[in-house]
């Protein structure tokens, strides 16, 4: 029955993203039920092509990361996939009629990271685009459900909040991205001399796109706000946690929230959601 292979490949989605991701894995959890299947699908999708980019050292990752879009535009067309986390994407896709130009980006985005080690400005805005910005928007396409006026006001909050987070990400990752795999995302910034200056820079330059981000949190649909706020609030926590760090120390080690600060984040967010604060 294609039936219960559908809801097996949902399984493997849900799975990979409680794998990698405790805190997408949590914001997913305070979503409507029937929004939480989609986006796992989503994350499944995304997870797995970012893998083939930053972790497969010992294969031809330009062979995989093609055979994965291949497949990816197949099960699409197809409707189905042998691979269960192409199939529940395809699912979510075409159902909610995500946009075929939000996939493309996403995985020329994937590529550049095969081919750059670092950005110009307009790079890094085609970057954060492709690896973060879309992908936000293939979530608002699942939280608007078919509402294309409601899609439409909220698509710039959401890109918003997709660079914000990829902007975090690349400063909490700074050590694993530059020393580990040569990368750098901040273009004009030599990381031989980053400085509390410079990462005050990039941080000032984060706080706009959190606070545009935060205006469509709260237009949201009731279905979708209270996950996306609870993402948004472990975000800030993280954010917060990198500002007070020192330069040195963030090139030096990975910033974390603990997991007994993530369960009091989500209390937090519930209580103001639950009496409409946001």
């Known amino acids: 029955m294609k039936e219960l292979y559908d809801k097996v490949s949902i399984k493997c989605s849900r799975l990979t993203t409680k794998a990698y991701s405790t805190s997408f894995s949590l914001g997913i959890r305070c979503l409507g039920k029937e929004l939480r299947d989609p986006i796992y699908s989503i994350y499944g999708f995304v997870r797995f092509a970012d893998e083939i980019v930053d972790t497969f050292h010992d294969y031809d990752k330009k062979k995989l990361l093609e055979k994965f879009k291949e497949d990816t535009y197949r099960a699409i067309d197809d409707k189905i996939s042998t691979n269960p986390i192409l199939n529940s994407f395809q ?45 936000g928007l293939m979530c ?3 939280f ?8 439409s006001a909220l698509k710039p909050h959401a890109m918003s909040l997709g660079s914000a987070f990829q902007k975090i990400n690349f400063l909490r990752d700074l050590r694993a991205d530059y020393v580990g795999m040569g990368r750098t995302y901040f273009p004009d910034v030599d990381m031989n001399n980053f400085n509390d200056e410079t990462k005050r820079e990039i941080e000032e330059n984060i706080a706009q796109d959190f606070h545009h981000g935060y205006e469509g949190i709260v237009k949201l649909p009731r279905s979708s706000r209270f996950g996306v706020y609870v993402a948004y609030v472990y975000y800030l926590a993280l954010f917060k946690k990198i500002k007070n760090t020192p330069s040195e120390d963030v090139l030096q080690s990975r910033v974390r929230i603990a997991n007994h600060y993530k369960a009091r984040l989500l209390a937090y967010s519930y209580f103001k959601h639950q009496l409409n604060m946001l």
């Open 144 to 151: 608007c459900n078919g509402q294309q006026e409601m899609y």
């Open 91 to 135: 699912i979510t896709v075409n159902h909610f009629n995500i946009d075929r130009e939000l996939i493309d980006s996403f995985l020329k985005s994937m590529e550049m990271d095969l081919q750059l080690k670092s950005y110009s400005n307009e790079g890094i805005k085609e970057y954060i685009l492709g690896s973060a910005e879309v992908v």
């Open 140 to 142: 608002l396409r699942v």
